[in-house]
């Protein structure tokens, strides 16, 4: 669980360090706030230039970290394992400043902490990209290249180093205020705790953050916790996608927040988040999935033969290529006004994708359509599964359940295919009749995308029916009590919603061969969202999420991404509560869940026996999402069911989890505009 603290900062005073740290007035930051999750400490601050992620990890494995969105750079310290779980304790929350670096100030921040433990062995420092953080945090490694020895004079401590290209790096200092160092550890006085000045900085070239009022809008729904964190995430340059772990530009990201918090955007936010996506397709128009900046892109393009530090984009997902069209035709021929949308397509925008070029964002724009038009023509030319839009070769991954299990090693998504894929054909038709893309088409151009209507009406009518799964009761039922056992869950609630009917859903994906992999998932969310689904699905597949798990998703808790109980064991063993992907609350895509739900309801051509079953449903997930409101704004939470109920766990407090959740993530801010029934809606009246 997590508690979340509102503060204002007073100045600290820097004595003794050998460390210039310059003074600035003790006022408030334009955002200060602290967020405490499971085992992690997390305070954030951001004032003009300095932004910053404070990370003071508790229990027996604690460490310091500092996250820049300024290059996604930082700096972290790992301590020796305890034999006793320690808690740190904040006194100073973290103050904007700037420390000396090889080409002047650069910013920084300055805090002061304690801890209750007799010693803290020092085991690793890492300064350079967060990537390289990340990878040292989850598998022990990071490239030698950027290691760097600590210089101790009396009870202060020092890391600093350039970025590898010699420009300006990262800096981390520790003064222990009470306690001494002594051989490579710092060590408590008698009876005290250990208490500490920590100084971090990053001399990356800092973002420009989107002020208040243009990010959000009146209609956004007054939740300080969401608001605070989807503030961090957000720059004029780009959003975030999540922090600690990921605080840099990732395709899907942008494009599901963008989507989900449209109502509630300013329009310079919808745009800077499209024109980051736009900015950064390749030449065939494939987006972006993330980028590999400052000291990560000097390493790797070295690793390839090259030099510089121009960004390193990974097109390796396959999702993200047929979100674009739909996210922007929703914003130009839904949300915004015919002027806006012409301004905006006009814009020139510097390519990241194709570096030297500059162009129109609408004819990048229409780059991707093509790219949507090219890679989907096979299969509306001859229905076959072979010819759905398949994961890369070699890969295990391709869209947003993008951890190595988390497809159930399929090569054929369900939301790729059956949702993502038409609706991106639909979105070209509609934004080609709308006349909007016309001053960037060549000839060539407008022919392909005449045929994407047609095209869109073949995969809408033949793709989603691929991944039916039904199974009969006296088959599924045994699968749901010997699951449920497994897991030391009830399975009466589960086993009385199917009663004697087939269970029916939609595979998370199709493997090699073309057969449905059997798990019960979330993503029919999006065909909620982006699809009209017939009444006869809406109840068959929104009924099967709906259900008590382990027959469909819900918890006390919240919406699982995942239930593996119509696997074998095998695969359940890769779908644990302590999985990434597993059976595991991700808070996005109950929203994603929620919202869809809410424009499913407005249509006018549902029956009352259709009607009746969505509003069950968003009775049913609203109650959960609302058990769980202190988590809304944490990526993902696991859980642990104790005296008849399921309890909130935080993803990354158990021994057993596979990865750390990040206190803040853009997707889940997205409650800002999915709100409860009844409540505020746009002023379009559209989603």
């Known amino acids: 669980m997590k508690t979340m603290v509102r503060w204002m900062l007073a100045g600290v005073m820097l004595a003794g360090t050998g460390l210039a740290v310059a003074q600035r007035p003790a006022k408030a930051p334009e955002l200060a706030y602290q967020l405490n999750e499971g085992q992690n400490l997390n ?40 034999a006793r779980a320690a808690t740190w304790r904040l006194e100073q929350p973290p103050r904007p400043t700037t420390a000396p670096g090889i080409a002047g100030p650069q910013p920084a921040i300055v805090t002061i902490a304690s801890i209750e433990a007799p010693q803290l062995r020092i085991r690793q420092a890492v300064l350079s990209s967060i990537r390289f953080l990340r990878d040292y945090q989850s598998v022990g490694r990071f490239p030698p290249e950027v290691a760097v020895d600590p210089v101790i004079t009396g009870n ?8 590898l290209d010699g420009k300006p790096g990262y800096l981390l200092q520790v003064r222990l205020l009470s306690g001494r160092i002594r051989g490579g550890a710092l060590v408590a006085d008698a009876g005290r705790p250990l208490r500490m000045e920590i100084t971090a900085s990053s001399g990356e070239v800092p973002l420009t953050g989107l002020a208040p009022n243009e990010l959000l809008n009146a209609r956004a729904a007054d939740d300080p916790g969401a608001r605070n964190a989807l503030r961090f995430l957000s720059y004029r340059e780009k959003f975030l996608a999540g922090s600690w772990r990921f605080q840099t530009y990732f395709g899907r990201d942008t494009l599901m927040s963008v989507r989900l918090l449209m109502p509630v955007l300013q329009p310079q936010a919808i745009e800077a988040g499209l024109g980051s996506v736009l900015a950064r397709l390749d030449r065939r128009g494939d987006v972006a999935h993330e980028e590999g900046i400052g000291d990560f892109a000097v390493v790797d393009r070295r690793q390839h033969g090259g030099s510089g530090d121009a960004a390193a984009l990974d097109y390796a997902m396959v999702d993200d290529d047929y979100m674009l069209a739909p996210v922007a035709a929703a914003y130009l021929l839904d949300h915004g006004n015919a002027a806006s949308a012409r301004a905006f397509l006009d814009r020139p925008l510097v390519s990241e994708g194709m570096p030297g070029t500059t162009a129109p964002a609408g004819k990048a724009l229409v780059r991707n359509l093509r790219f949507v038009v090219d890679t989907a023509r096979p299969f509306a030319d001859d229905p076959g599964y072979a010819r759905l839009v398949a994961i890369g070769k070699g890969r295990l991954t391709g869209q947003w359940r993008d951890s190595e299990e988390g497809l159930g090693r399929g090569r054929y998504a369900y ?33 392909a995308l005449a045929r994407a209507e047609a095209m869109a009406t073949v995969w809408r009518q033949r793709a989603p ?15 749901i009590e010997g699951y449920a056992r497994s897991l030391g869950i009830p399975a009466a609630p589960a086993l009385a919603s199917i009663g004697a009917d087939p269970l029916v859903f939609h595979a998370i994906a199709l493997d090699d061969s073309g057969r449905p992999i059997p798990i019960v998932n979330s993503d029919e969310g999006f065909a909620l969202m982006f699809a009209e689904p017939s ?13 008590p798990f382990p027959a469909g998703l819900m918890t006390d808790i919240g919406m699982l991404v995942a239930n593996a109980a119509q696997t074998d064991a095998a695969v359940q063993a890769r779908f644990t509560p302590a999985a990434y992907h597993g059976a595991v609350v991700w808070s996005w895509q109950q929203a994603l869940f929620a919202a869809g739900l809410e424009r499913q309801l407005a249509r006018r051509d549902l029956p009352p026996a259709t009607r009746a079953v969505l509003t069950r449903a968003q009775a049913t997930l609203w109650r959960a999402i609302n058990a769980t409101r202190a988590t809304q704004s944490s990526e993902l939470w696991s859980w642990a069911y104790t005296g008849g109920r399921y309890h909130v766990v935080a993803f990354g407090a158990g021994k057993q989890d596979v990865d750390e959740s990040n206190a803040a993530q853009l997707w889940s801010t997205v409650y800002l505009a ?6 505020v809606r746009s002023a379009t009246g559209k989603r």
């Open 156 to 163: 202060t401590i020092r890391w600093s180093r350039p970025r």
């Open 415 to 447: 939301d790729v295919n059956a949702v993502f894929v038409p609706a991106a054909l639909e979105s070209a038709a509609r934004m080609l009749r709308a006349g909007l893309l016309d001053p960037y088409l060549t000839a060539e151009d407008r022919a």
């Open 465 to 479: 029916g691929m991944f039916r799964v039904s199974l009969p009761a006296a088959q599924a039922k045994p699968r």
């Open 43 to 82: 305070a954030f601050v951001r004032e003009g230039p300095v932004a910053a992620h404070l990370l003071l990890r508790n229990g027996t494995d604690p460490r310091i970290l500092v996250a820049f969105p300024a290059g996604n750079s930082g700096v972290g310290l790992w301590f020796e394992p305890l």
């Open 674 to 679: 999915v709100q409860p029934p009844g409540r």
């Open 535 to 547: 009444p006869a699905d809406l109840e068959t597949y929104v009924t099967a999420a709906i259900r």
